[in-house]
């Protein structure tokens, strides 16, 4: 039930991107997983949401320095680094189903980590 509810409201966010309501962050890091995908369709269909993306996160010192302070935390090497793309993107919030990222969310107080059903909870879509 959590990943039928997770998908619908990954959907409805998307929907918002689309239509401007929502402004989306991109990144290197997220051009690098995408080339990593084996199936064709799929990586062509993720990268047209660069078209959508406000702004396009390069790796610089700040990203690095950011993603080892997470690393600190517990946090995947990965995690990190797209944690603070997002923050250097002035994301407002960081949006994961990653039980592992949600549980040490507190833990990082320049943006607001959710998962997408509680995402839109909170902004009431």
Aim: net charge negative.
């Amino acid at each position: 039930m959590r990943i039928l509810l997770e998908s619908e409201a990954k959907l409805k966010i998307q929907e918002h991107i689309r239509s401007g309501r929502f402004s989306l962050v991109w990144s290197y890091l997220l051009d690098y997983e995408n080339s990593k995908n084996p199936f064709r369709e799929r990586r062509e269909q993720i990268s047209t949401w660069v078209d959508y993306a406000e702004v396009d996160i390069e790796e610089d010192q700040f990203i690095i320095e950011q993603a080892l302070l997470f690393k600190s935390y517990g946090i995947k090497k990965l995690d990190s680094l797209h944690i603070a793309c997002a923050i250097k993107g002035k994301a407002e919030y960081f949006l994961t189903t990653d039980d592992g990222v949600l549980k040490k969310a507190m833990l990082i107080q320049d943006i607001k980590i959710t998962d997408p059903i509680g995402f839109i909870k909170e902004v009431a879509l």
